[in-house]
């Protein structure tokens, strides 16, 4: 079975620093891979999807990630983190295999970002 | 253009009760899934469907059902709710059944006392 990974549940960086959110993800094939953003009290806001090509994926609101195979990796980058990017942060895998239910996404835990002015 | 709209926002149930939630689909989306997300975790999929017919359905006890109207919008069943119910229950419409980009509705807050 898929599962997604978030080893970090809480991450507290200063406004013009850099991120890195890490996602590590199992499954047997080549995922579709994807990162979204939750503000309190909302739902989820699609920020990048990686489904094949170019292994560095570029999203909304400058943020970026990287699909590394090797590492069943796919961590989520932003090189100057704003005020208004504080909420949570959620990597999810997208089964690839055909005959199942597309749409079923796992999600990881999320990862709560801070940012101190 | 109106994104996936949930309804109601806000819902307070009591043990063994029964709710409805409800969900619009984004205009010319297809599919409809549920997904519910318990505080300090992330989202768990209940149910997609397609066409008024279930394409997947999640780890979810039977007193969980969903359906879908001709105009594609849904509904989640819950019966003889329980504590851990409580949740918030979140819509994502997506253009057809193959469609792996979803986009979510803001969700609906039920507490279950």
């Known amino acids: 079975a898929q599962s997604v990974t978030q080893p970090d549940i809480h991450i507290t960086v200063s406004e013009g620093a850099s991120l890195e959110l890490r996602c590590n993800y199992s499954?047997?094939?080549?995922?579709?891979l994807f990162w979204y953003v939750q503000s309190p009290g909302q739902g989820l806001q699609l920020l990048l999807k990686?489904?094949?090509?170019?292994?560095l994926v570029q999203g909304i609101k400058g943020f970026e990630a990287e699909f590394k195979r090797s590492q069943s990796s796919f961590n989520l980058r932003k090189p100057s983190v704003h005020w208004s990017d504080a909420a949570e942060y959620f990597c999810?895998?997208?089964?690839?295999?055909?005959?199942?239910?597309?749409?079923?996404?796992?999600f990881g835990q999320g990862t709560i970002l801070t940012v101190h002015p | 253009d109106a994104g996936v709209t949930q309804s109601p926002t806000h819902l307070i149930k009591t043990r063994g009760q029964h709710v409805t939630l409800r969900c619009s689909p984004i205009?010319?989306?297809?599919?409809v899934s549920w997904y519910q997300q318990v505080l300090g975790q992330g989202p768990q999929f209940i149910f997609q469907y397609y066409e008024k017919e279930e394409r997947g359905r999640g780890n979810f006890p039977d007193r969980f059902s969903a359906r879908q109207f001709p105009n594609y919008s849904s509904e989640l069943n819950v019966n003889a709710l329980l504590l851990g119910d409580s949740a918030l229950y979140l819509c994502?419409?997506?253009?057809?059944?193959?469609?792996?980009?979803?986009?979510f509705g803001e969700g609906s807050r039920l507490t279950v006392l």
């Open positions: 999810a895998v997208g089964d690839t295999a055909g005959g199942t239910s597309y749409g079923k996404l796992t």
């Open positions: 499954y047997g094939a080549t995922p579709y």
């Open positions: 205009s010319g989306h297809k599919s």
């Open positions: 994502a419409s997506s253009l057809f059944d193959f469609s792996r980009e979803l986009f």
């Open positions: 990686y489904f094949s090509g170019d292994t």
